[in-house]
């Protein structure tokens, strides 16, 4: 099932798609012989749900971000929406973002 229109909001980068790290009571090792879920078990959903999220639209997907923190410092895009908008691109489906700050170019 599909929607002309998709609206993804609030993508913040390690908010949502929400980022899972390891457990530091019951490691991943750990989970996987207990049969539960590891990190990256739950980072593969994560994007699998995103990735379902963005695929469901027949016309346009509109990812949004806020572009300031609650300090007023500019965030800087989610890595899932820089993701999407290079497939989109290739595809010629993605129109030029505006550029984003300088801090979210250099490495961490």
């Given amino acids: 099932m599909g929607a002309a229109v998709v609206f993804v909001c ?3 980068e390690r908010h949502f798609p929400q980022y899972h790290r390891e457990d530091p ?23 699998s749900l995103f990735d379902l999220a963005v695929t469901r639209a027949t016309e346009q997907v509109i990812l949004s971000y806020p572009r300031f923190d609650e300090t007023a410092r500019r965030r800087c895009p989610p890595c899932f929406s820089r993701i999407w908008r290079s497939r989109l691109s290739r595809c010629g489906c993605a129109r030029d973002p505006p550029a984003p700050p300088p801090h979210c170019l250099t490495q961490k």
Avoid: F, N, P, Y
Wanted: charged share 40%; no cysteine.
């Fill in 25 to 47: 009571l019951l490691g991943d090792a750990g989970r996987r012989r207990a049969g539960l879920k590891t990190s990256s078990d739950l980072q593969r959903e994560e994007r």
């Fill in 10 to 12: 609030g993508m913040i």
